[in-house]
Nanobody, 115 residues
Framework: QGPLVESGGGLAQPGGSLRLSCAAT????????MGWYRQAPGKERELVAV???????NYGDSVKGRFTISRNKARDSVYLQMNSLNYQDTAVYYC?????????WGQGTQVTVSQ
């Protein structure tokens, strides 16, 4: 098991919802940013949503207004509520943490939007 534990994902119909969770284990300290990226087949990995140094999250343009990132700082956890899913949201979603000493990635969780 890696230092980032992801859960959630799966299959959803267009217009449906899914929720992803990511928890950083005690092996990661000094978290500066924590969030989600995704990679669709044949495409580059792209930003979905991330908490940076201040309290306001940043969202990728394609998910603004549909996805919401939240966090539990005490538990070093981050969540992604995905609503109004469409076919273009199909991808492997990765949790990411950056610290002053390095970057960590989760193992990835598949999200598939299909009828």
């Amino acid at each position: 098991q890696g230092p980032l534990v992801e859960s959630g994902g799966g299959l959803a119909q267009p217009g449906g919802s899914l929720r992803l969770s990511c928890a950083a284990t005690g092996r990661i300290s000094g978290i500066k940013t924590m969030g989600w990226y995704r990679q669709a087949p044949g495409k580059e990995r792209e930003l979905v949503a991330v908490f940076t140094g201040d309290s306001r999250p940043n969202y990728g343009d394609s998910v603004k207004g549909r996805f919401t990132i939240s966090r539990n700082k005490a538990r070093d956890s981050v969540y992604l509520q995905m609503n109004s899913l469409n076919y273009q949201d199909t991808a492997v979603y990765y949790c990411n943490v950056n610290t002053p000493w390095g970057s960590y990635w989760g193992q990835g969780t598949q999200v598939t939007v299909s009828q």
